[in-house]
T-cell receptor, first 112, second 114 residues
Framework: GEQVEQLPSILRVQEGSSASINCSYE??????FPWYKQEPGENPKLIID?????ERKQIQELIVLLDKKAKRFSLHITDTQPGDSAMYFC???????????FGAGTKLTIKP | GGIITQTPKFLIGQEGQKLTLKCQQN?????MYWYRQDSGKGLRLIYY???????QKGDLSEGYDASREKKSSFSLTVTSAQKNEMAVFLC?????????????FGPGTRLTVL
């Protein structure tokens, strides 16, 4: 089955700077890559996603990049704010079925 | 909009006990999922179901059973609770179009085994 590796597991950045999280996957058939944000005590919530027919997608301060050839995708948060502190999970979806495989998560802390 | 309800919110069991967790969604979604999340860790897929009465194993299905009794509900059974086990079990659902439908998560059931 699909395996998703997510790095780093812990990330601390200064408020106002950028934060980057990187994921890689194994199954070349995966065609959908969502990113979830989970705040303490809350359930994960989708913040941005990208499909395999795109290389870049931006929603406000969130940018996702997809390199299908390298089987890598990444999340970049520009101009980070204290409210960006949370756990972030990447995921990859197998083409043709409903199974979604998650990365192990990145704990992002924004330092004031 | 819709909502996913998980019951119970907290579940305390004894070693060896059979425990059942329930999930209901009113999104009219086709696909439902059960994930296990250990403290500070990622989500591991236990079972998922693409339609009523369907069941698909995830990566962590051993030690669990699941049942999709109807489209709106998906239950998970821990067949024999392990001592000192602590985790949050998250239910999720999606439209299930196969093209990348967003997953919506429930609030979770926090399991503690004494």
């Amino acid at each position: 089955g699909e395996q998703v590796e997510q790095l780093p597991s812990i990330l601390r950045v200064q408020e106002g700077s950028s934060a980057s999280i990187n994921c890689s996957y194994e199954d070349s058939a995966s065609n959908y890559f969502p990113w979830y944000k989970q705040e303490p005590g809350e359930n994960p919530k989708l913040i941005i996603d990208i499909r395999s027919n795109m290389e870049r997608k931006q929603i406000q301060e969130l940018i996702v990049l997809l390199d299908k050839k390298a089987k890598r995708f990444s999340l970049h948060i520009t101009d980070t704010q204290p409210g960006d502190s949370a756990m972030y999970f990447c995921a990859a979806r197998d083409y043709g079925n409903e199974k979604i495989t998650f990365g192990a998560g990145t704990k992002l802390t924004i330092k004031p | 909009g819709g909502i996913i309800t998980q019951t119970p919110k907290f579940l305390i069991g004894q070693e060896g006990q059979k425990l059942t967790l329930k999930c209901q969604q009113n999104f009219n979604h086709d696909t439902m999922y059960w994930y296990r999340q250990d403290s500070g860790k990622g989500l591991r897929l236990i079972y998922y179901s693409i339609t009523e009465n369907d069941l698909q194993k995830g990566d962590l299905s051993e030690g669990y059973d699941a049942s999709r009794e109807k489209k709106s509900s998906f239950s998970l059974t821990v067949t024999s609770a392990q001592k000192n086990e602590m985790a949050v079990f998250l239910c999720a659902s999606s439209m299930g179009t196969g093209g990348g439908a967003e997953q919506f998560f429930g609030p979770g059931t926090r399991l503690t085994v004494l």
